[in-house]
């Protein structure tokens, strides 16, 4: 699309990654739980084994829910940016192909929230 | 002999078009910068029917007659105490909302008008323009003094406009008004006058005013009344606008109708906030979120839009998913404001049963099915003390800025509603289509923005904690958290005696 402003734009991006000191944005939701209301924001490094990304930062956060703990990891459907896939536990996010502002989501089936609510 | 007295109408074009003249020393272009590089052609300013003829003196002389009444109702509202006949002390978190979040936009419309009273070509659309500058700035300053009262007895009042340029829910009002300042003057009066006030401001006047007298809030109510005639002024100028673009070339209709489509769609976001307020602030509502959509805006909407179709002019894109979402939307903004409620700076609280019931008989197709468990399961986990505010921060829409919580209404209620962008190698969320829409038409604008979140995540908001954010917004912890239990609370039991209205935790 043609800009349209008179003297045209300044070159802002203000979340540009190196702005976050190190750290990329990760977004991540808990399908047919949505007694979180949103996706959660994390600022994390894009070294962190995906496996801590579960561990330490998925679980402060999600553990909360009475369903968490029933979790079968091995059965959980994940989903990267839209698309299907299967993460690789001990590789880091970025080997993984996880970027700055991705969304990954995952599913638990079986789990169906609250009294079977989805929230 | 020349008459004595000039009659109205030609004192009014002397008054008006007689101040305005073609310039000689200065090219016309280099005196009004702004008003061709949106690409809006307007061959001629003379053809612009003022939609009300109104000199500056007469302006003055009923401005000052609604001012003379409105402080004498607020002189004697307080005087009396007229804070102690509200229906309940948590009805203010809605006026808390307002003031912080309704009465800045005000200033910024104010701004907005005066930079349009000075460069638009046309006279009698800077006289216009140059009026309703001084009423957003009345309604800025009188709705701070109608408010103010409750500062006195109240919490979370006292820094308004300094929280309004920090705090994460109010960047989704600050975001639409600079959205609509940074663009040209034509796109500007389109957004604030046509799709704001013309479309929808009845969405948030109506039901707020007619709010504030359910609920025994005279000052608002004495302020509304002092605006409505003013605000009457400006749907007719908005409307007065966008047939002026209309009737001036044909070439305008295209852009016009993309403004329609994308401020349509960031004033209903915006008035996302306002449904949560009608719905479940008000102790008492008059009316429901949806029942006033389907009036406002599906019936006088729909017929303002029957009419200007013969301009070509189409309904807003995406109008029937927000008629959809009016089933929802309330239910979902309440719910992440109750989860953020350490995060706020007005007082949160769950729906009583009586209010539920009321929800349900309001939305019988979606409260009991999809939103009733929530509140239950978090009043139960209140009684049991194990509830507990969201830990996180969440996903924003890069373009409304609002949490992104809406879902897919049409086909699942319960899925969230996910889009993406990439532009120069990074990617951008947004919420919806239409928000996705607005993002891709200017990417370069977006990429802009100030998104709370990643502001506090990149380390500008005070710190990397929550008490530290709030403190930068300047917000005391007395003004946040559950509404039982708060100052305003005790203060309002003390008086009261007792509190029927909002469920004991």
């Known amino acids: 699309m043609a800009v349209i402003a008179k003297d045209g734009y300044v070159d802002i991006v203000r979340d540009k990654v190196e702005n976050f000191h190190g750290n990329q944005l990760v977004h991540v939701c808990w399908d047919d739980h949505l007694l979180f209301s949103a996706a959660q924001a994390f600022p994390l490094p894009p070294e962190m084994p995906f ?34 896939f299967t993460p690789e536990m001990d590789k880091s996010l970025k080997d993984n192909g996880v970027c700055h502002k991705s969304l990954i989501r995952f599913k638990t089936p079986g789990l169906m929230g609250i009294n079977g609510t989805r929230l | 002999m020349p008459a004595k007295k000039l009659n109205l109408r030609k004192r009014y074009e002397l008054l008006t078009r007689g101040m305005g003249w073609e310039t000689t020393h200065h090219d016309m272009d280099d005196v009004f910068p702004y008003d061709s590089f949106e690409g809006i052609k307007i061959t001629d300013w003379d053809k612009w029917e003022d939609p009300f003829r109104l000199t500056m003196d007469a302006y003055w002389k009923f401005q000052a007659e609604k001012e003379k009444k409105l402080y004498a109702v607020i002189d004697s509202f307080a005087q009396n105490n007229g804070q102690t006949n509200l229906s309940d002390a948590s009805y203010l978190s809605a006026i808390k909302l307002f003031i912080t979040g309704v009465t800045p936009i005000e200033y910024a419309a104010h701004r907005g008008f005066a930079h349009l009273g ?3 070509r046309g006279d009698g659309a800077r006289v216009a323009c140059q009026m309703q500058a001084i009423d957003e700035l009345r309604h800025q300053q009188t709705q701070v003094h109608t408010i103010s009262h409750y500062n006195k007895h109240f919490n979370g009042l006292h820094d308004p406009f300094y929280q309004f340029d920090r705090v994460w829910y109010l960047s989704v009002p600050k975001s639409f008004a600079e959205d609509a300042m940074t663009a040209g003057p034509f796109e500007f009066i389109t957004s604030i006058s046509f799709a704001f006030e013309y479309v929808l401001t009845n969405m948030l006047f109506v039901p707020f005013m007619s709010g504030a007298a359910y609920n025994g809030d005279m000052a608002t109510v004495t302020f509304g009344f002092s605006a ?30 993309r403004w329609m489509d994308k401020h349509f769609w960031r004033a209903y976001r915006l008035l996302a906030l306002v449904s949560a307020m009608q719905d479940y602030m008000l102790t008492n509502s008059p009316l429901s979120w949806k029942e006033a959509w389907d009036v406002y805006f599906v019936e006088n ?32 903004v309440w719910s992440v404001f109750c989860l953020l409620g350490n995060a706020t700076g007005f007082h949160t609280f769950l729906p009583t049963e009586e209010k539920m019931d009321w929800l349900s008989e309001k939305y019988p197709d979606t409260f009991d099915k999809y939103y009733r468990p929530r509140f239950e399961h978090w009043a139960k986990q209140k009684e049991e003390g194990t509830f507990k505010y969201l830990e996180a921060l969440p996903q924003l829409c890069q373009v409304c800025q609002i949490p992104m919580i809406f879902t897919e209404v049409e086909t699942d209620p319960m899925q969230l509603s996910f889009r993406a962008s990439e532009y120069k190698g990074d990617k951008y969320n947004t919420c919806s289509d239409g928000c996705k ?18 502001q506090i995540f990149q380390g500008n908001c005070g710190g990397a904690t929550i008490p530290e954010v709030l403190e930068w917004y300047k917000f005391a912890p007395e003004d946040g958290g559950d509404y039982i239990g708060s100052q305003d609370h005790a203060r309002w039991q003390e008086w009261k005696g007792t509190d029927k209205k909002v469920k004991e935790a």
Request: charged fraction near 25%.
């Open chain 1, 51 to 84: 496996q801590a990304l579960v561990s330490e930062v998925m679980t402060p956060v999600f553990s909360y829910h009475p369903d968490f703990e029933k979790i079968d990891w091995a059965a959980v459907e994940w989903m990267l940016d839209g698309e299907a």
């Open chain 2, 118 to 120: 000075r460069h638009f």
């Open chain 2, 228 to 257: 409505q005639s003013d605000e009457s002024r400006h749907m007719t100028l908005g409307l007065e606008i966008i047939k002026f673009m209309l009737e001036q070339h044909e070439d305008n209709l295209p852009i016009v109708q």
């Open chain 2, 301 to 332: 909407g729909g017929a303002l839009f029957e009419d200007l179709s013969r301009y070509g002019l189409r309904m807003p894109k995406y109008h029937e998913l927000a008629t959809a979402e009016a089933d929802h939307l309330s239910h979902q």
């Open chain 2, 437 to 454: 829409d607005i993002f891709d038409h200017e990417p370069e604008k977006y990429a802009q923005a100030w998104l709370p979140v990643h």
